[in-house]
């Protein structure tokens, strides 16, 4: 299994609303993409203090490598990957993604 982990540099003058949109469709994405499942969402409660600058997060998980693939290329995802684009201070570059191997 992979764990998707997508950190976000959010624009300081980001909307909260358009923001919660994305999330509940990439929710949805996930949920509809065979080998795909777990998505959550959320701020970034940052207990150590190292990562104030990434306030928002989510993570999905996929079954291997090609349900993320499927994923990545989904038309819905690059679409609401795009409004996600625009909320994030830098534009892509506001955005880490980490992909983990998970037992």
Do not use: W
């Amino acid at each position: 299994m992979i764990r998707h982990c997508v950190f976000l540099r959010l624009a300081p003058k980001a909307d909260s609303a358009e923001l919660d949109k994305v999330m509940l469709g990439l929710a949805d994405v996930v949920q509809r993409l065979p080998g795909c499942s777990g998505f959550r969402a959320g701020p970034n409660r940052d207990y150590e203090g190292k990562t104030p600058e990434y306030p928002y997060g989510f993570t999905l998980d996929a079954i291997d490598a090609e349900a993320l693939a499927t994923y990545a290329v989904d038309p819905e995802h690059q679409e609401l990957g795009a409004r996600l684009v625009a909320l994030c201070e830098g534009g892509a570059d506001g955005i880490t993604v980490f992909d983990i191997d998970a037992v």
